[in-house]
């Protein structure tokens, strides 16, 4: 049974970071892209990032360009998503998903068809 499970949400100050992950199982990670999403309070669910099933093309959304950097780790069968200088619109919960095919298209997140419940980030003072 396909699984992704997302770890590593909490609180932090605005301009601090946190490392999500998120363990793939009963599937083979390395044959699709995999990606971030959120869901802020009161909004709609967004695509974050996508990145590859080889991990050498990866995309993100404007609003976390040159701050969030996701990767996987193939052998640990996990998805890693670096966050820094969080703001406080940067709250919501995340997901990790799976793509139905190998590369990322656009706009980011288009072909995610699996994902995990979610992990909470609050960014506040």
């Known amino acids: 049974q396909l699984q992704l499970v997302e770890s590593g949400g909490g609180l932090v100050q605005p301009g601090g970071s946190l490392r999500l992950s998120c363990v793939a199982s009963?599937?083979?990670?390395?044959?699709?892209?995999m990606g971030w999403f959120r869901q802020a309070p009161g909004k709609e669910r967004e695509a974050v990032s996508c990145?590859?099933?080889?991990?050498?093309?990866?995309k993100y959304v404007d609003s976390v360009k040159g701050r969030f950097t996701i990767s996987r780790d193939h052998a640990l069968n996990t998805l890693y998503l670096e966050m820094n200088n969080l703001k406080p619109e940067d709250t919501a919960v995340y997901y990790c998903?799976?793509?139905?095919?190998?590369?990322?298209?656009?706009?980011?997140?288009?072909?995610?068809?699996?994902w995990g419940k979610g992990t909470l980030v609050t960014v506040s003072s």
């Open positions: 990145i590859s099933s080889s991990g050498g093309r990866t």
């Open positions: 998903s799976r793509s139905e095919a190998s590369v990322c298209y656009d706009p980011v997140g288009y072909g995610m068809d699996h």
């Open positions: 009963g599937f083979i990670p390395d044959y699709y892209a």
